[in-house]
């Protein structure tokens, strides 16, 4: 479900705020969506390895977690139309500082031959994630 909304800013430009929603990722499990397009950037809310079917964890470790984010990120990149080239940034949190490099392996493979500007922090998680991902997408 996607809702449009028009807002203007000092009788400049409009400002145009949609809304984006997927059932191909997880719901929102608090008062925010899932990502919010504003003109031609698109912020998207951290996403954690939460299967869409079940809303659960998905099974395994750092790795595992990590793909699954990256494929709940992907779903809420698509039903913007955007993709992982319109990714400009990201900021990465895993609960442990020693997966680090396992969860690089993985978040690498998602992005070609320019990967977003990121930060990378250890961090308490939702539900004992070992991860969670959030982004912003820009079009042309």
């Known amino acids: 479900t996607t809702e449009i909304y028009t807002l203007s800013l000092h009788d400049a430009l409009p400002i145009y705020k949609r809304v984006i929603a997927t059932d191909e990722a997880p719901k929102a499990i608090g008062p925010y969506s899932q ?13 954690i390895g939460l299967d ?13 977690q990590t793909d699954r984010v990256m494929k709940n990120l992907e ?15 990201t900021q990465v949190f895993v609960s442990d500082l020693n997966n680090y490099k396992a969860m690089n392996n993985v978040y690498a493979k998602y992005f070609s031959d320019a990967p977003p500007a990121r930060a990378a ?20």
């Open 75 to 89: 779903a809420v990149l698509n039903a913007a139309g955007y993709g992982f080239d319109n990714v400009v940034q």
């Open 52 to 64: 869409p079917s079940t809303g659960q964890l998905v099974d395994g470790g750092i790795e595992e």
């Open 35 to 47: 990502a919010i397009e504003i003109n031609n950037s698109l912020y998207l809310a951290g996403q």
């Open 121 to 140: 922090v250890q961090a308490v998680l939702p539900r004992g994630a070992l991860v969670e991902i959030m982004m912003v997408a820009e079009k042309d």
